[in-house]
């Protein structure tokens, strides 16, 4: 709703003629919180209801967090713009220890992210991995009631929320490589809408869109899904893009790595070169693998 509204906010200022509502909605994925998304079927499900919204003349254009959308589209939506991008990293947050390395032995770390999971138990396999499910209000309380050591969620969540004070430490991204998409805004619209596409064009972020395009490529062409713990993350730096990305098993013992770089314009042709190179370093047996433990 923070987004929608901070998108909301946006349109008006440049556009004080049209009127903008916010039609609020509840996702299967806000509904079912006592399974990981893995389980359930992933990130399809904080979207599609959206999506039915706008099919049925409801809804203009909806407005995600990046890393919540499928990587292959539904046809007939398009995203019509790419905002620009909040804190990439993952926030560690607890009322006890200051960062990971502090945590005892057999410490409950609480997370509903496959990746986040694989690269902490990787570097700290004494610590145990607990799902955590919920928005961010209900994460913190449970935090705070004791059911876990620390937990780890996205700082951008929390930064937008107003709730920055809550983060301990930041993950750097050699540590903990962000999800594909983490900390950017994705709207979508039906695909055709060019009168939309155009309204929304100053709300686009050219260097954002390319790096999500890269990271959104790679997972695309490693079928990157819930189910699957991989990241990806894309920056720009001195007008050259470097994409950094990693598949692993759940429980961080295999861990395939590589990185990419190259213009910014051939964003989607990196995003798929550093996916092929996983490949070859053996992505494609774990995520065989993990395909059959199903």
């Not at 006890?96 to 570097?123: D, N």
């Not at 055709?192 to 990271?215: K, S, Y």
């Not at 910014?264 to 370093?281: D, H, N, V, Y």
């Amino acid at each position: 709703m923070w987004q929608a509204h901070h998108i909301r906010q946006q349109l008006q200022a440049l556009y004080p003629q049209i009127e903008i509502k916010i039609l609020g909605m509840t996702t299967t994925g806000d509904q079912i919180l006592d399974k990981t998304l893995s389980k359930i079927g992933g990130k399809g499900l904080f979207v599609k209801e959206l999506e039915q919204a706008m099919q049925e003349g409801r809804a203009d254009i909806a407005v995600h967090s990046l890393k919540d959308v499928p990587m292959v589209m539904p046809e007939g939506f398009i995203l019509a713009a790419i905002g620009e991008r909040e804190d990439p990293r993952d926030a560690f947050v607890s009322n006890q220890f200051k960062k990971l390395e502090e945590l005892p032995p057999g410490s409950v770390v609480g997370t509903s992210s496959l990746r986040r999971q694989c690269q902490i138990q990787a570097r700290f396999p004494a610590l145990k991995i607990e799902s955590l499910r919920g928005n961010v209000q209900t994460r913190l309380r449970k935090l705070d009631e004791g059911q876990y050591a620390a937990i780890i969620l996205a700082a951008a969540g929390l930064k937008r929320l107003g709730l920055g004070e809550r983060i301990t430490s930041l993950l750097p991204t050699e540590q903990s490589l962000p999800a594909v998409g983490q900390g950017a805004i994705g709207i979508e619209c039906r695909a055709g809408r060019d009168d939309l596409v155009a309204l929304l064009a100053p709300l686009n972020h050219p260097d954002t869109a390319a790096c999500v395009t890269a990271e959104r490529a790679m997972s695309r062409a490693l079928a990157g899904s819930c189910q699957v713990p991989l990241g990806g993350f894309a920056e720009i730096s001195d007008g050259v893009l470097r994409l950094r990305g990693f598949v692993s098993s759940v429980d961080g013992v295999r861990v395939v790595r590589s990185e990419v770089s190259g213009k910014p314009e051939e964003a989607e042709q990196i995003g798929k070169e550093l996916a092929q190179r996983l490949i070859g370093m053996g992505a494609d047996k774990i995520l065989a693998e993990l395909e059959q433990q199903g």
